[in-house]
């Protein structure tokens, strides 16, 4: 038993610890730069004050994590963030395609507990700062309400992922709160006073059928008129979740301080609309459904945003400007709402993307004027337009990969964030971050310490790509299709296409590229057709007697006919896809973009994939074979399909496909890191949205790695990741390497993006 006398005052438990950097805050930005700071072998100590990890990932809020690929609903191709958040979204992908939110919150716990570099502080929250000379943070204090104990957090380094910012608030970086009027940066989508300057916050709930019905008594504070929501003609009972982003509140009032009263209205509204679907008789459908789940922290869009060196404006997302310093991208649309939110009658959102991927610069992701302060998530950088696009939590995520290497680099040399600027720290940031999986467009890896480009490289196959003339299904051509083709400069080739008219018709045909290299959005036509067809099946050949300056994809394109079926194929291949001018509402896709005058944002159409099981290529031939897979691809530096595949992929008919590599003398090697296709152009929502397959297709699974006595030394099977870092326990002498890959399919056939191989495991 223990006594205590009765005392004046007492003190909390006093825990002071440190480490090379503390990262304040547990969402997505917070995980992906504390596990990428960890991984290079930096201390780090990871502070949430929520008992889960993930922010508004997390089964607390439940948003779907999303990105650049924006729910395949835009014209960035292959577009999933790279390196720690896409093994997140992928191990996601493959634990929970049923998109529980639980079982997210349980793989990041996991994930970050798995790093013995992370030490992980839950239910604990920053609240103080201390600082040295008036520029340099020396701690933070912060305040865990479970073991009733003050924690002393103490680093040489900090990186601020909380969202509100709340160690750059109290340390006195400088920040904005609200939009720009539109002449400080000349944005066009600046919005006006009257739509608001603040995005607010929203508060989702889940409804389940309980197969019986289900009564509903509102609580008193539930919102009794609902005509005070003009949406609430549109009410479906069915949706939840993620679906519910309109119940937003909060754009006028201070998003920091106002947060409980922007909570209270949002229950209000919530409990008023739930009140309104079960008890105004018009909605019989949700007699069976109860509530089972009402948010309790809203999910916060925005309040601070810091100022580093360089402010991302419109024009850096929508001229896609590039930067000398570019460490990540982004790619969703200009996301703006207006502050009213869901008592606004205007539109829940203003959307409006640009034609392809942007770059972010590294200028954006420290404290201008807080000297060891790096800034994570959606607090960087950026004008309250740009910041319509960075906010997403995909993007926040690779912008936190990007603070904690460059925190890594800071912390082996002793730097602070801008002593990075120089063109060799950048130089050797970018090649840190690549080499790491997070693909910055328009760069690529050159490593010198990589022991496969030293190697003589051969293949037992190569896929000669000659277009697709297995027909398997025939679909309408009602809506406007195309197919992808990854060509090599020169002559293009004769294409040659399987149809079905069921009447005499006429069929327009078009050949386009993108007019910006590295695009996904076919802006270019080079040529139009139009091709007579008689009812029934014919096979057409079209030569548009045309060249290409340069390898790029091209994109064959037909208009809608709805008296036009076209022969489709099951086989599918990495980094080709079939693409369709349909509409996708849910990220303001209407086939194409018509921006108002004066937005500065461009008009063009949408030509988009179809999920999974759909998607299928379409069955055209082309006359000549191209060699776009060749082995050489995997030491070029790029691991994801661009203005090429990038890949290697072996020959369907190939029984035991293999790369090779060998040295001339033997090489020591202690890690192989291996690239595989687990298609960058899945969306890979978190939760809600289920997905039909959780390893995805172009993956292979299972692998060998043979040494020069032909001795097995790894084997893997049932791979499903991106990435394979193969460590020995002891490293090999070899003068040769061969990985024996099976076929994913039989539809589909072994693909590689890359292979590395290094002499040591440590990294930077
Ligand atoms: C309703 C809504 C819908 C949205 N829709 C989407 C969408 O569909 N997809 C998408 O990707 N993005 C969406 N966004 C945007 C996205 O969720 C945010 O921009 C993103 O979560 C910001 O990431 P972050 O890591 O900076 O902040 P957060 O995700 O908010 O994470 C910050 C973390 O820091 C913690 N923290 C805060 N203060 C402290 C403290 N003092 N001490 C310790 N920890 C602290 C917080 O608890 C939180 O866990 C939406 C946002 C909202 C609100």
Known sequence: ????????????NQVDLSADLVVAGGGLSGVCSAITAARQGVKVILVQDRPVLGGNSSSEVRLWILGATSHMGNNNRWAREGGVIDELLVENTYRNPEGNPMILDMILLDKV?????IQLLLNTAIYEVSKKDNDIIESVEAFCS?????????????????????VGFLSGAAFRMGAEPREEFNEGMAPTEEYGELLGHSLYFYSKDTGKPVKFVPPSFALNDITEIPRFRNFNANEFGCKLWWVEFGGRLDTVHDTEKIKWELWKVVYGVWNHIKNSGDFPEAENLTLEWVGTIPGKRESRRFEGDYIMTQQDLVAQRKHDDAIAFGGWSIDLHPADGVYSERPGCNQWHSKGIFQIPYRTIYSKNIKNLFLAGRIISVSHVAFGATRVMATCGYIGQAAGMAAA?????????????????????QQNLIREGQYIPDFSLADENDLAQKAKLSASSEY???GFEQVDLWKSLAIPSAQMFPLKAGKLPVFTVQLHALADTKLEVELRISSKKGNFTPDDTLVQKNVALQKGKQIIEIDFDLALETDDYVYL????????EIGFTEQRLTGVLSVFNSKNKAVSNNGKQVPPAGTGVDEFEFWCPQRRPNGQNLAINISEGQSVFGVKNLLNGIDRPVSQPNAWAADLDDINPSVNLSWKTAQVIKKIDLWFDSDFDHPMESVLMTHPENVMPFCVRDYIIKNDNNEIIYEQKNNYQTRNQVIFEKEITTKNLTIELQ???????AALFAVRCYADSKNI
Do not use: W
């Open 146 to 166: 479970q073991n009733s104990t003050q924690y002393h957090l103490s680093a040489p380094l900090f990186c601020d992922a909380t969202g509100d910012g709340i």
């Open 409 to 429: 680099m800071c912390v082996k040399n002793g730097f602070q964030p801008k002593d990075l600027l120089t063109a060799e720290n950048l130089k050797n940031l």
């Open 1 to 12: 038993m223990k006594r205590e006398e009765p005392s004046l005052k007492r003190y909390l």
């Open 557 to 564: 394109m037909f208009a809608g006919n709805p008296d036009v």
């Open 743 to 749: 076929h994913p399919s039989g539809n589909i056939p």
């Open 464 to 466: 000669q790509f000659k």
């Open 113 to 117: 507990i798995q790093e013995p570099n």
